[in-house]
C-alpha cells in the first residue's frame, strides 16, 4: 500500500484546509485510516481515524469540533477538513493506514503503512 497526502499549505488562524490521503492497490475498503502529525520539537500526535466503513470516527482532543475525518471508498481517499485552524495546529501531517483493522487506532506504532506528510503551516 502506497499512501500519498496533499492539501497542505499556509493558512492564516481561523482558515481552513482539507487534506486528502489517496492509497494505491484494492484493499482500501478494509484499512483503518488515521491522520497524525509532528510539529518541530514534539512527539507525534493523533490527530483523527476513520473505520473502514466511514461509520466511526475518534479525533483526538486538541482538535476536536474543529477537523472533520470522512472517507470515499470507491476513490480509495481518506480526507481531513480542517476549520478553525490554529497556529498549534502548525506541523507536518501524515495519513496512515492499518491493514484489516477492527477499531480506530491511535498510537502510530499500530499502522502498518505510512504516507510522505504534508506541511501545514497556520500564521498568527
Known amino acids: 500500500v502506497q499512501l500519498q497526502a496533499s492539501g497542505g499549505g499556509l493558512v492564516r488562524a481561523g482558515g481552513s484546509l482539507r487534506l486528502s490521503c489517496t492509497a494505491s492497490g484494492r484493499t482500501f475498503n478494509s484499512n483503518v485510516m488515521g491522520w497524525f502529525r509532528q510539529a518541530p520539537g514534539k512527539e507525534r500526535e493523533f490527530v483523527s481515524g476513520?473505520?473502514?466503513?466511514?461509520?466511526?470516527?475518534k479525533y483526538g482532543d486538541s482538535v476536536k469540533g474543529r477537523f472533520t475525518i470522512s472517507r470515499d471508498n470507491a476513490k480509495n481517499t481518506v480526507y481531513l477538513q480542517m476549520n478553525s485552524l490554529k497556529p498549534e495546529d502548525t506541523a507536518v501531517y501524515y495519513c496512515?493506514?492499518?491493514?484489516?483493522?477492527?477499531?480506530?487506532?491511535?498510537?502510530?506504532?499500530?499502522?502498518?503503512?505510512w504516507g510522505q506528510g504534508t506541511q501545514v503551516t497556520v500564521s498568527s
Open positions: 496512515a493506514a492499518k491493514q484489516g483493522g477492527s477499531y480506530i487506532y491511535t498510537y502510530g506504532y499500530e499502522y502498518d503503512y
Open positions: 476513520i473505520g473502514r466503513s466511514g461509520s466511526f470516527t
